[in-house]
């Protein structure tokens, strides 16, 4: 006896509770594979093919494209469901089965479509988010299309429902400082480890007080070319950090960056095609603007002017999560490989041009004086008013400093001593 015979209208019940498990589970995959999509991977479907940019698309409107989804995959559970309990009545009928057989259906039946539509779906959505999107995209547009006219009521119903159930329903408001070192505190009992991430929340903090000029690479550390560029130019003096700078055609002004370190394909054209636009920031601007900036902008490297809209030196987003990532949170550490500040004995301190004030004021405990310079190397020029040579002395604040290298396209270096003999510093 076949199935058909034993279940007349049972088995094309069956065929469509499995197409219905289908929707559902390409419904759930679509929501898991969009929404875990990065930045970087947007970025690379809107320059892809039709389908990738439909993908890229779906997302410019998160709200409509969650409760489409969400609406859909409800309506296909909903129906799911009801088919399912008619063929557990067919079977209750026709082959007169008792409530234990009955209860293993309907939990069978539950598992199904948790299994098939939810865990596997999503799993493999989310660790293949990029193409599962691509593969998706479309029919989902075309649902989506579909239930638009139904939408207005959907977002009203929702407006209601907030407004009747939740009317002081108020956002989360925004972690601090204290709420972040707490749960550092509860994550581990790892000493050393609580001790890295409170120095990593610290220097992440430090980025909204942190201006563009004391993170930047100064003019002079830039590698910097005019067009046309070629492999040539660079056989001699192969830039360490791989970053290369093009400027103008007439001048010194930076127009373009490139990382050499990022390319893997180059067909023998000239390098200066391949540097991506730079954005250009004020010197002033803090660090956590300007790298919200970049993220939302999915730039690399900015160029930093002041305020007569000159380039005085670049931001890079390696030098930001240095800064946060890593002990070197100097420019000295990161572009020289030296200590900002060294003990010479005897009273002394060796200090770098590119030290930041802020470094140096920590380091001795001492007020400083009022200015508007961020570095060794401008309370220098200030005080000098001129650039300065190698003897050079002066008198600023708390400390006494002579002026011991001055080599071209090099910072300045200084020999830092305090002028109160018996505040004793290290």
């Known amino acids: 006896m076949?199935?058909?015979?034993?279940?007349?209208?049972?088995?094309?019940?069956?065929?469509?509770?499995?197409?219905?498990?289908?929707?559902?589970?390409?419904?759930?995959?679509?929501?898991?594979?969009?929404f875990s999509l990065r930045l970087a991977d947007r970025a690379a479907l809107r320059k892809g093919t039709r389908s990738q940019q439909l993908a890229d698309q779906l997302l410019d409107d998160p709200d409509r494209l969650l409760s489409g989804v969400l609406f859909l995959n409800l309506v296909v559970n909903m129906a799911y469901f009801a088919l399912a309990s008619?063929?557990?009545?067919?079977?209750?009928?026709?082959?007169?089965?008792?409530?234990?057989?009955?209860?293993?259906?309907?939990?069978?039946?539950?598992?199904?479509?948790?299994?098939f539509s939810e865990m596997v779906p999503k799993s493999v959505a989310v660790l293949n988010p990029r193409r599962v999107s691509v593969w998706l995209c479309t029919p989902?547009?075309?649902?989506?299309?579909?239930i638009d006219p139904v939408m207005p009521a959907l977002r009203l119903i929702n407006l209601l429902s907030r407004r009747l159930f939740w009317p002081s329903f108020q956002p989360e408001s925004y972690l601090q400082a204290e709420d972040l070192e707490r749960a550092i505190e509860l994550s581990t009992n790892d000493a050393n480890l609580i001790d890295r991430e409170r120095r990593v929340l610290h220097n992440l903090i430090s980025l909204s007080e942190l201006r563009v000029d004391e993170c930047m690479r100064p003019r002079s550390q830039l590698n910097l070319y005019r067009p046309p560029l070629h492999w040539k130019n660079l056989v001699s003096e192969l830039p360490a950090d791989g970053y290369v700078f093009v400027t103008e055609q007439g001048n010194d002004e930076i127009v373009a960056a490139l990382d050499l370190s990022q390319m893997t394909d180059f067909s023998g054209e000239r390098l200066d095609y391949y540097a991506a636009s730079v954005d250009y920031v004020p010197w002033c601007a803090k660090v956590a603007d300007v790298f919200q900036i970049m993220e939302t902008r999915e730039l690399e490297t900015v160029a930093v002017v002041n305020e007569r809209g000159e380039t005085i030196g670049a931001l890079i987003r390696k030098d930001i999560l240095d800064v946060v990532?890593?002990?070197?949170?100097?420019?000295?550490?990161?572009?020289?490989?030296?200590?900002?500040?060294?003990?010479?004995?005897?009273?002394?301190?060796?200090v770098t041009g590119m030290s930041n004030l802020r470094i140096l004021g920590d380091h001795f405990e001492l007020p400083l004086p009022n200015t508007g310079s961020v570095t060794v190397a401008g309370v220098v020029q200030e005080c000098l008013q001129r650039l300065p040579v190698?003897?050079?002395?002066?008198?600023?604040?708390?400390?006494?400093?002579?002026?011991?290298?001055?080599?071209?396209?090099?910072?300045?270096?200084?020999?830092?001593?305090?002028?109160?003999d018996d505040e004793e510093r290290s």
Do not use: K
């Open 390 to 420: 190698v003897g050079d002395r002066l008198e600023w604040g708390p400390f006494e400093m002579e002026v011991t290298e001055c080599l071209e396209h090099q910072p300045i270096v200084v020999r830092l001593g305090l002028l109160n």
């Open 86 to 115: 008619q063929v557990g009545l067919r079977l209750r009928e026709q082959w007169q089965l008792g409530g234990g057989w009955l209860l293993i259906y309907t939990g069978g039946s539950l598992l199904a479509i948790i299994f």
């Open 325 to 350: 990532f890593t002990q070197r949170t100097s420019r000295s550490e990161r572009l020289l490989n030296r200590l900002p500040i060294r003990s010479l004995g005897d009273g002394a301190w060796q």
């Open 140 to 146: 989902l547009a075309l649902a989506l299309r579909a």
């Open 2 to 34: 076949t199935a058909a015979q034993v279940l007349p209208d049972g088995l094309p019940l069956l065929v469509v509770m499995l197409l219905l498990l289908v929707l559902s589970a390409l419904f759930s995959a679509s929501e898991a594979a969009l």
